[in-house]
Structure formats: structure tokens, C-alpha cells
């Protein structure tokens, strides 16, 4: 399982909230007491890796993926603090994970994931949770041995890449959850071009999970909680660790999404401008 952070905001004032998410995503990493009340785990130590981009840049976006525990790593620090410089809109979206039972732990397989459209747009996913595996590979007709190199979100990204057209649709996004096994905390990140340059980027991110009567569903709540905080053209989705246990400093206002609430934001790779609209899917 996992922890994550999603960002979107104006620079340079969004790094000052920037700092403090991410000190807090490196301590939820490191000791997150919902994890060990549900699962049993306690870190979240089998590699880190985050997507970023800055509009009004012209080159791609930067990813940076390792597989040593983020609390650990002595580049994280580096990386995370000093990546970003210009007057755009910041989107950001960060990733520690704790791998599932029986998943390869290996760079493929750490978050973000990464796939293109048929059109070459690029599509980045962070997940918390986990799809079933195997009937996705079906329906990507994936040969023998795909387990032993892919996990549950890299194919489950390799197949929505393959089924969207010029942007990610609500019922997109449907067809995609009808495969969770657990849950579906998601940040999925689409970077669009047009003639060689970034034309527009869309971020959807929200959260799902599965009730399954068993006494746990308290703990379910508490561990795949996702939070909105916004105000002031900051737009930060933490993970309910790094929130409830580590509380970020100059976060605007948070606020729990609803299971089933997502929201895609479209953003003018240009100008910075984006808007937003709220699915609810359950």
C-alpha cells in the first residue's frame, strides 16, 4: 500500500505549502499508524518517485523514481526541494509505496507509472490500493510471465492509456474502477501535445475503496482517506496520514472527499489557467 501527495498551485507561492506536504509524506512513509492498524505495515519503504511539471515550460515533464525508502534516501531531500523554478502553475504528484503481497518491487514498478495513447499524449498514475491484476493482463491479451515485471498499477495504466482518446472521461474513469480490488486512491496525470510542445494537461485525482463487512471498515476509512486542501489557488490531495499524524504547516483548509469523489482538473500548459469538475462515482 501507499502514501501519496498531489499538488497543483501557483508558483512561487505553492512551494511554501510544498515543503511541508512533503516532510510530512516522508514521516507517513516512515511510520504511518493506519497502515499498521489495517495491514499491518508500519512504512511504506519499497521506493519513491514523483511527476512534475511547471506551465509555460516547454520541455516534458521531470519523473524521478528510486527504489529506496524515501525516508532513507539521501537524494529525496534534494530532488523534492530543489526541483522547481518559474512563475507557471506548479502540478505535482508524489509517491511512496509499500508493495503488495506478491508484486514485483522493482523501477517498472514504482509509482508513477507511465504509459502513452495512441495519439502520444504521455499518461502518468500514483495509486493506493490495488486493481486486479490478472484480469486487466487478460484484457490487455498480455502474455506468460507479466507478473513477475509488472504490477497491478502499471498495467492498469497501460490499459487506460490505451483506451482514452484526447482526454480522460468520467466514463473512462468508471470502466477503470470496475477492476479495483481494493481501492483506488489515484493521481493520474495526461500531458497532451500538439506540435511537438505541451499543450494541455489534465489531472484527475480522487479516492475509492471497497467496503468488506469484516470488522475492518473503520480502519478503511481512516487508511484511504484523501484529502482536498484549497484556498487561495492552492490545491494540495494528502494522503490521511500525512494530514491527521504530521500536519503539514500553511496548509489552506482540508477537507475528506467522499469514496467515489473525484475531481479533473484541465490546465493550459501555456497560460497556467485550469478549471475543475467533480465526479461522483458511488
Not at 491484476?133 to 492498469?156: E, Q, V
Not at 471498515?217 to 494540495?236: H, K, P, Q, T
Amino acid at each position: 500500500m501507499c502514501r501519496m501527495a498531489i499538488i497543483l498551485g501557483g508558483m512561487p507561492s505553492i512551494l511554501n505549502v510544498r515543503e511541508g506536504v512533503v516532510n510530512g509524506l516522508i514521516k507517513a512513509a516512515s511510520n504511518d499508524p493506519y497502515g499498521e492498524r489495517l495491514y499491518g505495515e508500519s512504512s511504506h519503504s519499497d521506493g519513491w518517485g514523483f511527476v512534475s511539471l511547471v506551465t509555460g515550460n516547454p520541455t516534458s515533464p521531470l519523473m524521478f523514481k528510486s527504489l529506496k525508502p524515501i525516508y532513507l534516501d539521501p537524494l529525496s531531500p534534494k530532488i523534492l526541494m530543489g526541483a522547481h523554478e518559474g512563475q507557471g502553475t506548479l502540478i505535482e504528484m508524489i509517491h511512496a509505496r509499500a508493495a503488495s503481497t506478491g508484486t514485483p518491487k522493482n523501477i517498472t514498478s514504482t509509482h508513477p507509472v507511465y504509459s502513452t495513447t495512441n495519439t502520444g499524449h504521455e499518461v502518468f498514475m500514483v495509486h493506493n490500493g490495488s486493481f486486479r491484476r490478472d484480469d486487466l493482463a487478460r484484457y490487455l491479451n498480455l502474455g506468460p510471465g507479466y507478473g513477475a515485471s509488472y504490477n497491478d498499477t502499471f498495467i492498469a495504466n497501460l490499459a487506460l492509456a490505451g483506451r482514452v482518446g484526447d482526454g480522460i472521461t468520467v466514463e473512462d474513469l468508471k470502466w477503470l474502477l470496475g477492476y479495483v480490488k481494493t481501492g483506488a486512491n489515484l493521481g493520474i496525470l495526461m500531458v497532451k501535445y500538439m506540435d511537438g510542445r505541451l499543450s494541455e494537461v489534465q489531472l484527475v485525482v480522487g479516492s475509492y475503496y471497497v467496503k468488506a463487512n469484516d470488522g475492518k471498515d473503520e480502519a478503511r476509512d481512516d487508511y484511504y482517506r484523501l484529502y482536498w486542501c484549497s484556498g487561495n489557488g492552492i490545491n494540495v490531495y494528502a494522503s490521511s496520514t500525512i494530514v491527521d499524524y504530521y500536519r503539514p504547516v500553511n496548509l489552506p483548509n482540508c477537507t475528506p472527499l467522499r469514496n467515489g469523489e473525484y475531481h479533473s482538473y484541465m490546465v493550459d500548459a501555456n497560460t497556467g489557467k485550469y478549471t475543475r469538475e467533480v465526479w461522483v462515482l458511488s
